[in-house]
């Protein structure tokens, strides 16, 4: 389903990564996008934007660091995660939990439309954190190979984000993928061990990552699975 969309090649653009303007949000756009390191943020100025920054952030998913705090909320047994169960409502509330530093939502209806299809098809994926039966935190992204394209997360109580980020990364882990695209650099981020990378070396490593099967469908793996012994 890779298609060879005609992105300009994102080793040319400059440092703020913008490097396109136009198209759509079908899946075959948003994969031939993704697999090239090339990601949407529209804005109403530019509603069909598409980037690849230079530097990247980037986890490796065996540099994860969890903070004694988060393994202390992990052990007190507050949340319970899931995988791939509401992935909807998980992409809905990324596009309208507030945002202190952002005046609104890059996440459209389009893309939505675009992401739930992806979902659909076992490419696109979400973690959820739950209190009770109250959907409190999630992040949503794309699999592509052996590369997690990271999108969005939201919380409505603290550290329920950072619970469903650790969900992913170790299954992640587990599953042998190589590299989780974080974008763009976020004081978050860096707690759990991200780091900036060189765009060019990015690429290298994307396109060296989803050479790899990618492996569709829906993910299974219980939440209780996960280790916050380290």
């Known amino acids: 389903m890779l298609e ?10 400059d440092d703020h990564g913008l490097l396109a303007i136009g198209g759509d949000y079908r899946p075959e756009m948003l994969l031939a996008a993704y697999s090239q390191g090339i990601f949407p943020w529209p804005s109403d100025e530019l509603p069909y934007a598409w980037f690849s920054p230079n530097p990247r952030m980037v986890l490796l998913p065996q540099e994860l660091h969890i903070s004694r705090s988060l393994r202390r909320t992990f052990r007190r047994g507050h949340f319970h995660t899931t995988l791939d169960t509401a992935f909807d409502q998980v992409i809905r509330q990324c596009a309208t939990v507030y945002r202190a530093d952002q005046g609104g939502t890059w996440i459209t209806e389009e893309l939505i439309a675009g992401f739930c299809h992806l979902h659909d098809l076992g490419l696109a994926h979400s973690v959820e954190t739950w209190h009770g039966e109250r959907l409190v935190g999630g992040i949503y992204g794309l699999g592509l190979g052996k590369v997690f394209c990271g999108e969005s997360m ?25 590299l989780v695209d974080c974008q763009l650099h976020t004081d978050h981020l860096e707690q759990f061990g ?11 490593a994307l396109e ?5 099967p990618t492996q569709p469908g829906k993910w299974t793996d219980l939440a209780q699975d996960i280790s916050v012994s380290r």
């Open 208 to 212: 060296e990552a989803i050479h790899f």
């Open 154 to 178: 939201f919380h409505h109580e603290t550290d329920a984000s950072k619970v469903a980020f650790v969900t992913l990364v170790q299954h992640l882990h587990r599953h042998d993928f190589s």
């Open 4 to 13: 060879n969309i005609g992105f300009p090649n994102p080793r040319n653009a």
């Open 194 to 204: 991200a780091r900036e990378w060189d765009r060019d070396d990015f690429l290298d």
